[in-house]
């Protein structure tokens, strides 16, 4: 091997194995010199592109090589020595390509590398220079640069194709780059050569999937777009399950193509009157192909096949080797095989005829007049194994053949762009070129797909980067990927597009017009093409039914068929039972490799055929010619592909590539059987796919399309096979694409990762697929589907009836007839093939190895699902013979599609226990359910009853007491249960393996490894109750328990009602939520809560139609305990809302009901929906009542206050109305006493004395005790017993303190859990909080100090969620107090209710705060710190001087209700003081205006302690007589947030602090031992307290004052706050003169 320069990465590795073979066939010359010669190289190779007389060799590692006619370098270098690229070391090249006279390369990082001739421009500008050479000896990157980007992006290349004057380049993002010369760019411009990548915007928005080059034409495989009418559903998600979007299927006919085009690649809208247009449905569009990420590195072998040309001695032609090796073993496995197929084949003959014409010319007028276009039928036989057509060959004389020698590049195809511009002006005049008259072709005129933009599927990363860098001669792409990105399967659904120069037809647009743009190849679209490739002036297009089409020149017989017209795509004559995988063209000649008899791939032959020498050595030498722009044509040649024998020397062949008269062959040795289990994987499939679209297009489809098919069919098995046809469309898809799959798979050689396989990851697609299929026709044959459409497809057919013969792959009827059941169940033998496959490559690797476990585990499930197929096969079968047994019109009732036969019991194996003597009784198991008829005659199907018993709802044990000697089986259903005797112990066991293996396989087991036990008691399940009952057809989806409901589920009556929630022995117990139907108001009853034995039972809420809501305790359905009930607009009476306890549905208790509409508040007790004993009412006009109601009415003694303090205290007979004694206070203190009558509201009459007291007299003291306020209300202790003993309820208490204290945090800790459960949208501190609830803490421990701390933190969390009890009484009790004080409510009267009524809230929680923890002390109560606990060095309002935590209901609970209860209190404490807070900040104002000197002056401070100094910015400034504000300005801060605190105990210490303050602020003027005195601190907080300013204090002093823990009363805060209301007081009560 010669090389430029040494390198070490061109050393030979003297170990390396032989796998690297090169031999060298050239298309012309003398057959009797075909001698193929082995070449070493230094490592395998992965990839061989060749041109007209060079060639590139990629090798493993990313090595390029190159050999042939180097003219760009002077050299000749033959093949067995080539050259290493030494500029592209270090590059890690992934894709070679060769062109007519320049290379390619393309690297792992996306970058393009050219080099060769480059007159045209086809090696572009290389950032080598700035100017064009017109050759480029060394390996120059070339810049592909998007300068449409923002900021302008260089383009990562996947894909390069190169021609002879032109170059393309696939992109990353699948767009289209070209440059060079001629109109084969596509490129909208009209000067060349293009020396820079341009993209070509006619495929813009396009997906480009693959590209190939002619000698002057360029071909590009495209996704096809969906059509307009496709469904909604994704297309890619629809494929990739292996769906069809739309069933169409291809016909086999000729129309004529109704659609013009000018050259310009522009669609004419003029066609002529007869022509006939067959529109299809296209399919979605599918994503790229995505290849296989290699881990297993397969050797390989390059075979190139060389005849000798007759060359001078010394030549580099004269250095090939010669001869076979004697010794040469032969790669062929089935040597059986073999001998037969060169058997079939040697009975072929070959037929010689002359030329028809001169051998060079532009174009082939013989071949594309119209006269010559007459269309004919290629042969469609997919399914034949045999070569039954005998190979011909042609043989055509032409003087002017000769072998040219094309170094120089022809000149630009100027003529062939000003013909287009000449047709386009034409038809802009409204002329019609003779050359667009109708063309009668193969396909469908459909509309052309238009180049709209879209957003292309995209490509996978390893894809992109190295498996689409598969190339061949002429620039073609091996093998085009449309898959997914992800390494999905590729989808089928392509389009060709062609443009470039037309004059030998190429294009395949049935013209030999050149095309300035790319257009769409209407004759195969549709066609699932997976590959194209070109010649120098001809077209191949592979299909995945591995069908080849061809067009364009036919010289030398290249296309494989004579056909005509040879300007559109023409199917290729392949010999029964070959199926073309993969090909490639030369410049006068095609490979093609397909799959035969035997596993090997065989190599097929189309061009000109060999030359014998005597023959050779007569003809005078040729001339060659330097620009041959057309083929000539050749003296003999093929008239149909041809088999060469000698490929079965060369191992697997994998890929072939060819360039000039030259072919290659890439192949694989088997390696321990991997190899050629790989491609028996990939040909049974290929063949599988052959022959479902064969069943679709000959069958499905002619049978679809007859409008007798329902009636024949019947309705029911009508709709059965559309889904049968819809299910096998699917699977033939998948199978389709599966095969490509493999395609590509054995055409990357360079990744070869077996865990990459499809049928490893996407074994679920498979698996779905499969089951799909045979449910479809398992359903169709047990309906009696198959005799029906028998008949209707031979009615279909008539004279074709051969058609179903051919089709059929397994053994016919004894009667010869067709078996439609066994050619539907064909497909599914394929599982065992893949089982067998996978098998065979398990052998290849080491147990240990992730290949193997993958493999081994995909085989295991294939072989399961093969098994259990084929138990389905046969259970359809059995099946449809019982209903043929037993048919009738009774037992159709039964049949159904689903349903399978089991067993039955029509030979007494089975009887009703104690069934009457001559009863008859037939059990019958189904797949789903168990029938059981009576008064039955199983052999004549009759019987009178019968009742269904689903299996998901049926229970079976077997009755274990044998004293009475009878093997029976107890069977429990929802409704009822029954026992069944068997005859023997046998069918007994039997009877039970079967309903429970039955059983467990309805409930989505398995149902092969179920016992003859007992079978789940608890499942999930869907029923429908018959019988009577609550559940009377109801129907029922949800947990079940031994034949009862139980669980969560979901119940739904006829009438609307509708229940979702827990049940319990049959019963509604636990949550739920209830619809509830209400006719009369056409609106339902809602209810969300609890429930107990079916019914409502416990806290819930209840939504009438009446619009009223009802929210609370429930006992067996009724009102009971605590509720709120709010009347809606619709309610019968006024808008109203009560709160309080219920008795039995009805209102008895105390309880607060605010009626909106009147403006009245009653706050007392009630009885039987009636207002009856000591209540309070409150009016919105101020009017304050309180005393004694009995029936609905005030009735007896009561107290009315006006809101101007006016009284009457008396006897009352109905609402608001006095009737008898009584004594009434005016304002102004005077006294009326005597008989009143009337309405309060209204006047009243007055018979008595007036009083104006006089001093403090004995009968004055006795008036104002019949004034006071308070005598006539409900107690404390007594208000909203209802919401504690709910409280205690749910801590599982029947009463206060009379439960278990376990049993309390038990529930507890179930509620929390519960409520964590069924509330999933709760946030994560919500949920970390009920995680802390969830633990129960140490409670029975004695209280400490340490311990106290934590059941504070414990309670604080517990108020602060509903969902726990306490938390729910917070709650609550906020809800009753905001209902009863704020509103109506908030009236001044009742601020002594209010906070008594709040004194017996924490009286109460802290009872329930104990019973939880009983180590608390009793209220005021002390917690000693332990006998060793160090001093805490704090002090707060619980701690005393001894170190002893002093312990209350105030301290511990206040902290956590009365932030929530303050607005509504604060706001009565403002109410009752209105007039005195008033005063005081009349005269807050008025001394405020005071300066601070002159204040302090005038409050009596002491001058010693007036500021001197202020701090303004950390600046001292002297304090004038005018200043203001500008003392003690800390302490009046800090003393204004006692109006953002809650508690008292809060505030007092903002006032504790506020002293702090004045302290701090007096130190530089007083000793360090000063102590105050109160005749020196309070003038002095006395102005603090007017400079701060504070709104309501009155309302603030109160608040304190009342709710203050006693304990610190006496204390130093105690004293503190005594200097505050002192000073409010003096304030309020200052002189106004």
């Not at 001339?623 to 060369?650: G, H």
């Not at 079967?994 to 008691?1017: C, E, I």
């Amino acid at each position: 091997m010669e090389d430029r320069e040494a390198s070490p990465a061109d050393q030979w590795d003297p170990a390396a194995p032989e796998r690297g073979l090169l031999h060298v066939w050239q298309c012309v010359g003398p057959a009797a010199r075909l001698h193929p010669e082995r070449v070493l190289l230094p490592r395998p190779v992965i990839q061989a592109a060749l041109g007209e007389h060079h060639g590139l060799l990629l090798m493993q590692g990313g090595t390029v090589y190159s050999f042939g006619e180097l003219l760009w370098r002077d050299q000749r270098l033959p093949v067995s020595a080539p050259m290493l690229e030494v500029n592209l070391l270090g590059k890690t090249v992934v894709s070679v390509a060769a062109g007519g006279f320049h290379c390619g390369a393309l690297t792992e990082q996306g970058t393009v590398y050219m080099w060769g001739e480059n007159t045209a421009g086809q090696c572009g500008l290389t950032e080598s220079g700035t100017t064009a050479s017109m050759t480029v000896s060394e390996p120059c990157p070339v810049s592909v640069l998007d300068s449409d980007a923002v900021p302008p992006a260089v383009v990562r290349v996947v894909d390069l194709a190169l021609g002879r004057e032109h170059s393309l380049a696939l992109s990353a993002q699948n767009e289209l780059w070209a440059w060079g010369s001629g109109c084969q760019l596509g490129l909208v411009t009209g000067s060349f050569p293009v020396w820079r990548p341009q993209k070509v915007e006619h495929l813009a928005g396009r997906h480009v999937m693959q590209v190939a080059c002619g000698a002057y034409h360029s071909l590009a495989l495209v996704l096809s777009l969906p059509p307009p009418n496709s469904n909604t559903q994704n297309p890619s998600e629809s494929m990739e399950r292996g769906q069809s979007p739309q069933y169409s299927e291809r016909e086999d006919s000729f129309t004529v193509d109704g659609g013009h085009y000018c050259p310009l690649g522009v669609e004419l809208t003029e066609v002529t009157t007869d022509e006939v247009k067959t529109h299809k449905l296209e399919k979605c569009r599918p994503p790229p192909r995505s290849s296989f990420p290699s881990l297993f590195t397969i050797p390989t072998v390059i075979w190139i096949i060389i005849k000798r040309k007759t060359v001078p001695d010394g030549s580099p032609g004269s250095h090939l080797l010669s001869g076979w090796r004697a010794n040469q073993k032969s790669a062929l496995t089935h040597e059986a095989e073999f001998q037969s197929l060169l058997q079939k084949l040697s009975r072929h003959s070959l037929e010689m005829q002359p030329a028809a014409g001169p051998g060079d010319t532009d174009s082939l007028s013989s071949y594309t007049s119209d006269e010559s276009c007459v269309s004919s039928t290629p042969s469609t036989d997919p399914l034949s194994s045999s070569y039954k057509e005998d190979s011909t060959t042609k043989s055509q004389t032409d003087s002017s053949s000769g072998v040219a020698r094309p170094y120089s590049s022809s000149p630009v195809c100027l003529e062939d762009i000003g013909l287009c511009l000449e047709t386009q002006s034409q038809t802009l005049r409204g002329k019609k070129s003779s050359s667009l008259s109708n063309i009668r072709q193969k396909g469908k005129a459909g509309s052309r797909r238009c180049s709209l933009p879209g957003t292309p599927p995209s490509r996978s990363p390893w894809r992109q980067r190295s498996g689409a860098h598969r190339l061949s001669s002429g620039g073609q792409t091996q093998a085009a990927a449309p898959e997914e990105a992800g390494g999905r399967l590729p989808f089928l659904q392509t389009e060709v597009w062609s443009w470039g120069r037309g004059s030998e037809g190429q294009l395949g647009h049935g013209d030999q017009l050149a095309r300035l743009q790319p257009l769409c190849v209407k004759t195969l679209t549709g066609e699932e093409v997976i590959q194209v490739t070109a010649g120098s002036h001809h077209s191949l297009a592979l299909t995945a039914h591995c069908q080849v089409y061809s067009w364009g020149s036919n010289m030398c017989g290249q296309l494989g068929h004579v056909n005509s017209p040879v300007t559109v795509p023409q199917q290729a004559k392949l010999s029964d039972g070959l199926r073309a995988w993969g090909m490639s063209a030369g410049q006068s000649h095609s490979i093609l490799v397909a799959d035969g008899d035997c596993v090997q791939p065989v190599l097929l032959y189309c061009g000109q055929q060999q030359e014998s020498d005597s023959v050779a050595s007569e003809k005078p030498p040729q001339i060659p010619r330097l620009c041959q722009r057309s083929p000539s044509r050749a003296e003999s040649y093929t008239v149909r592909p041809t088999l060469l024998p000698f490929c079965m020397e060369m191992g697997y062949v994998s890929s072939v590539c060819s360039g000039g008269q030259t072919c290659g062959v890439l192949a694989d040795q088997n390696v321990m059987g991997f190899i050629s289990a790989i491609h028996e994987l990939a040909s049974r499939e290929r063949q599988l796919y052959c022959w479902t679209s064969s069943v679709r297009r000959l069958l499905l489809s002619l049978l679809r399309s007859r409008e007798s098919v329902c009636p024949s069919l019947g309705e029911t098995c009508s709709h059965l096979f559309s889904s049968l046809c819809e299910s096998f469309v699917r699977l033939s898809t998948l199978i389709g694409r599966h095969s490509t799959s493999l395609t590509y798979f054995l055409q990357d050689t360079q990744g070869r990762d077996v865990t990459s396989l499809p049928l490893l990851t996407h074994i679920l697609h498979f698996m779905d697929a499969y089951k799909d299929y045979c449910s479809s026709v398992g359903d169709f044959q047990v309906m009696g589907g198959f005799q029906s459409l028998r008949k209707l497809s031979l009615e279909s057919l008539g004279s074709q009836q051969a058609v179903l013969s051919q089709l059929c792959v397994s053994d016919q009827s004894p009667n010869g007839d067709v078996d439609l059941v066994s050619l539907f169940y064909w497909p599914l033998q394929q599982l065992h093939q893949y089982n067998r496959v996978l098998l065979k490559l398990e052998a290849c690797f080491d147990v240990l190895t992730t290949e193997y476990q993958s493999l081994h585990q995909s085989c295991t499930q294939f072989e399961s699902l093969s098994l259990s197929l084929l138990r389905k096969k046969k259970e359809a079968e059995a099946t449809f013979f019982f209903w043929k047994t037993h048919s009738g019109k009774i037992t159709e009732a039964l049949r159904l599609p689903q349903r399978r036969v089991i067993c039955e019991s029509s030979n007494r194996s089975l009887t009703l226990q104690n069934a009457g003597r001559f009863s008859n009784h037939w059990f019958i198991l189904f797949n789903d359910a168990l029938v059981h008829t009576q008064g039955a005659i199983p052999s004549q199907s009759l019987f009178s009853t019968h009742h269904v018993y689903p299996l998901a709802c049926l229970w079976v044990k077997p009755v274990t007491d044998d004293s009475s000697g009878l093997y029976a089986i107890r069977f429990t259903c929802p409704e009822e249960s029954f026992t069944v005797v068997a005859s023997t112990p046998q069918e007994k066991n039997k009877w039970l393996r079967f309903v429970n293996q039955a059983v467990d396989q309805q409930l989505g087991g398995g149902g092969q490894r179920s016992s003859p036990g007992l079978t789940a008691a608890s499942r999930t399940a869907s029923y429908v109750f018959t019988g009577e009952g609550r559940f009377k057809d109801a129907r029922y989806a949800g947990g079940w328990l031994a034949g009862r409901v139980h669980g969560r589920g979901t119940m739904k009556w006829p009438n609307g009602r509708t229940y979702r929630g827990n049940f319990k022995n049959g019963l509604e117990d636990g949550y739920g939520e209830c619809i509830i139907p209400n006719k009369t108001l056409n609106r339902p009853d809602s209810y969300q809560g609890h429930w107990r034995d079916g019914k409502i039972h416990g806290f819930g809420k209840y939504k009438y139609a009446s619009g009223e809501v009802y929210e609370g305790c429930f006992d067996d359905g009724q009102r009971h305990g605590y509720g709120m009930l709010s009347s809606g607009k619709l309610a019968k009476h006024s808008p109203s809302v009560f709160v309080g306890h219920w008795v039995h549905d009805k209102k008895t208790g105390y309880g607060v009901h605010d009626d909106i509409a009147r403006g009245e508040k009653y706050m007392g007790q009630w009885l039987d929906e009636q207002r009856h004993g000591n209540a309070v009412v409150v009016t919105q006009y101020g009017v304050y009542y309180e005393g004694t109601f009995r029936d609905n009415k005030m009735s007896g003694p009561g107290l009315v206050v006006s809101d101007d303090d006016t009284a009457l205290h008396g006897e009352f007979s109905d609402d608001w109305i006095v009737n008898g004694k009584g004594l009434l206070s005016l304002a102004n203190g005077d006294y009326l006493e005597g008989l009143f009558s009337g309405d309060w509201t209204a006047g009243l009459k007055v018979v008595g004395t007036f009083i104006k007291p006089v001093g403090d007299e004995p009968d004055s003291r006795d008036r104002n005790s019949l004034l006071r306020l308070g005598q006539y209300l409900v107690p404390t202790d007594q208000k909203w017993v209802c919401v504690f003993a709910e409280c205690w309820s749910r801590l599982g208490c029947s009463a206060a303190r009379r439960g278990e204290r376990s049993t309390a945090w038990e529930n507890i800790a179930v509620s929390i859990t519960t409520a964590r459960r069924h509330s999933p949208e709760l946030s994560k501190s919500q949920s970390k909080v009920l995680e802390c609830l969830e633990v129960i803490p140490q409670h029975e421990d004695p209280a400490t100090t340490a311990n106290y701390d934590n059941i504070r933190r414990y309670l604080i969390k517990a108020c602060e969620t509903p969902l726990h009890p306490l938390g729910w009484l917070v709650e609550t009790l906020v809800t009753v107090y905001r209902m009863t004080y704020v509103g109506v409510g908030s009236h001044r009267r009742l601020l002594r209710q209010a906070v008594l009524e709040l004194q017996a809230y924490l009286t109460h929680f802290y009872s329930i705060v104990r019973f939880l923890f009983p180590g608390l002390p009793d209220d005021g109560g002390v917690i000693p710190d332990p006998p060793n606990s160090p001093s805490k060095g704090r002090h707060d309002s619980n701690t005393s001087e001894e170190s002893v935590t002093v312990v209350s209901c105030s301290s511990l609970l206040l902290p956590l209700v009365l932030p929530r209860l303050y607005p509504p209190l604060f706001t009565l404490y403002c109410l009752q003081g209105e007039q005195v807070e008033a005063q005081y900040w009349d005269r807050i104002i008025r001394l405020n205006k005071q300066p601070d000197q002159s204040l302090l002056h005038f409050l009596g401070v002491r001058e010693k302690f007036w500021p001197v100094w202020m701090s303004i910015l950390g600046e001292k400034k002297q304090i004038v007589s005018s200043s203001k504000d500008a003392c003690f300005v800390s302490a009046v801060e800090t003393l204004q947030q006692i109006s953002t605190t809650f508690t008292p105990s809060d505030k007092l210490i903002v006032i504790q602090k506020t002293f702090g303050e004045m302290t701090q602020e007096g130190k530089p003027v007083l000793d360090g031992d000063f102590l105050w005195c109160m005749d020196d601190l309070l003038p002095l907080f006395l102005y603090v307290v007017l400079r701060a300013r504070i709104r309501n204090l009155g309302a603030e002093v109160s608040l304190i004052e009342d709710l203050m823990d006693p304990n610190v009363q006496h204390g130093e805060l105690g004293l503190m706050f005594t200097t505050l209301k002192a000073s409010y007081i003096h304030i309020q009560q200052e002189s106004t003169t």
